[in-house]
């Protein structure tokens, strides 16, 4: 019973998506909103009882298959927070088009249910458990547009290059299993093969660990996907996929490398410099040659992942808190500058090219203010949030002794903030392809204004968040 009270929101939200299910299913054709109401309010509900069973230590249940502490609850609370913004984002997308897609959000249940559990693992299986559950949901939300070979397309690409780095992370954990000979994350890292004979193929597990997480993640070489995806599947879909499960990788790093084998931190540091690097360099650069807007955000979006992965190659508990702040922030950013998107389409216009934020500044200058200070912070500006959050990391890494590398990302923030600035000189400077007044919901307006004055607030103040982040990272001190 003790272990049962310590993942109460976890089993909440299953029985509430269950509960969503039905509801939709039995719900009247002519009511289509009757499925949203009851995903928002069940995300709230979880949101409630994650504040109300805050944990003040750490805990173990199920004979160590799921580890709660208080890292995990405010990641899990930023990801409802998320998961219930994209609801709102979306339901304004679908109905301007004309689209019924209840399935939406039964499916961000799902996928929340999957992020929460891996945020909350604390062995092998649980990890994987989590990731499958969030994979399955996502490959089916990306295939939503039944009509769409697009989308199609994307689902098939998503599908088949996520099964081939499951494979991989599986078989690393099978090769950490086999010489450890325990799938508890506490455990392994107290194994003593891990520094005896059986070093070199632990060694060989975590290779295929970091492929697995780099997948999730979305950094190069095991970005392929991500391009196509965030173009190719309906914009609030992306606007989920670049949220949200950026949290529950970004746990994914910490419950398997930090927490799995701390005692092989400078092996697997030296793979995310790898990755770190090429990252930052192939996603800012190929970002510039980018006319889709979907499609430069997802180049952003690999460049952004290079710089959050500069804080765990700290090693340090300052750096994983560097790190935490900026995926946070970053899933803020991503957000907002989808329901800008979302903000100017409507029923025949996706609204995907740069060119259709031509003049939006004049169109409504509340909202080009509210996207200026999004795409100012993507781009690391002072006083934004986004700079906050480069600052953080870089200044982990110097302090960790790897100026050189904080010199790279210093170099490619800069050739990044081109194509940020660019959208910024179509919204304020060009004149609009369409003076029409802008078509949205009052939902919508409100959900956008809030995203971006939180980014904005957070800029302003980052110590609040950094301060959290910091108190939730300093058990992993060492």
């Not at 670049?242 to 799995?260: I, N, Q």
Request: hydrophobic fraction near 60%; include cysteine.
């Amino acid at each position: 019973m003790v272990d049962i009270g310590l993942i109460i929101p976890e089993t909440t939200l299953l029985v509430l998506a269950c509960g969503v299910l039905m509801v939709d299913v039995f719900r009247s054709p002519n009511a289509p909103g009757v499925t949203f109401w009851a995903a928002v309010i069940s995300s709230l509900l979880v949101l409630a009882q994650l504040a109300f069973y805050f944990p003040d230590g750490s805990y173990v249940a199920f004979s160590g298959q799921v580890k709660i502490d208080a890292m995990g609850a405010v990641l899990k609370a930023f990801v409802m927070v998320l998961s219930l913004l994209s609801m709102f984002y979306a339901r304004d997308y679908f109905d301007k088009r004309g689209e019924a897609a209840s399935e939406f959000y039964l499916l961000v249940l799902f996928a929340t249910l999957g992020m929460v559990v891996l945020i909350s693992a604390g062995s092998l299986l649980t990890v994987y458990l989590g990731l499958e559950l969030l994979s399955l949901s996502l490959y089916a939300l990306v295939a939503l547009r039944r009509d769409s070979s697009t989308s199609a397309e994307a689902a098939m690409k998503y599908f088949i290059l996520g099964a081939i780095a499951s494979g991989m992370l599986l078989y690393g954990m099978s090769m950490l299993y086999g010489v450890s000979g325990t799938l508890q994350l506490d455990q392994l890292a107290n194994a003593v093969p891990l520094i005896g004979k059986g070093r070199l193929l632990v060694v060989f597990g975590i290779v295929f660990l970091v492929v697995g997480i780099a997948f999730k993640v979305g950094v190069v070489p095991f970005h392929m996907w991500l391009p196509d995806v965030y173009q190719g599947a309906s914009t609030p879909v992306t606007l989920f996929i670049g949220s949200a499960p950026k949290l529950a990788a970004f746990a994914m790093t910490m419950r398997l490398l930090v927490e799995g084998v701390p005692g092989l931190a400078a092996d697997w540091q030296g793979m995310l410099m790898i990755l770190a690097v090429l990252s930052m360099s192939l996603g800012n650069i190929v970002a510039i040659a980018q006319t889709n807007i979907k499609r430069m955000l997802a180049y952003s979006t690999i460049a952004h992942m290079g710089f959050m992965l500069l804080g765990i190659i700290a090693a340090t508990a300052a750096g994983y808190a560097a790190s935490m702040f900026y995926v946070i922030v970053y899933a803020l950013m991503s957000m907002g500058a989808f329901g800008g998107i979302i903000l100017l389409c409507n029923a025949n216009n996706d609204a995907d090219q740069l060119d259709d934020f031509r003049g939006l500044a004049k169109r409504s200058p509340w909202f080009g203010f509210i996207l200026l200070v999004i795409i100012f912070s993507l781009a690391g500006i002072p006083p934004f949030a986004g700079f906050w959050a480069k600052w953080y990391v870089l200044k982990e890494i110097v302090d960790a002794g790897h100026v050189w590398l904080a010199g790279v990302g210093v170099f490619f923030s800069i050739i990044g903030a081109y194509y940020y600035l660019r959208l910024m000189k179509l919204m304020f400077f060009d004149d609009p392809t369409d003076n029409s007044e802008l078509v949205a919901t009052q939902d919508l307006k409100l959900v956008l204004s809030v995203n971006g004055l939180a980014i904005f607030l957070v800029g302003i103040l980052p110590g609040a968040l950094m301060a959290i982040c910091v108190v939730v990272t300093l058990p992993y001190s060492g």
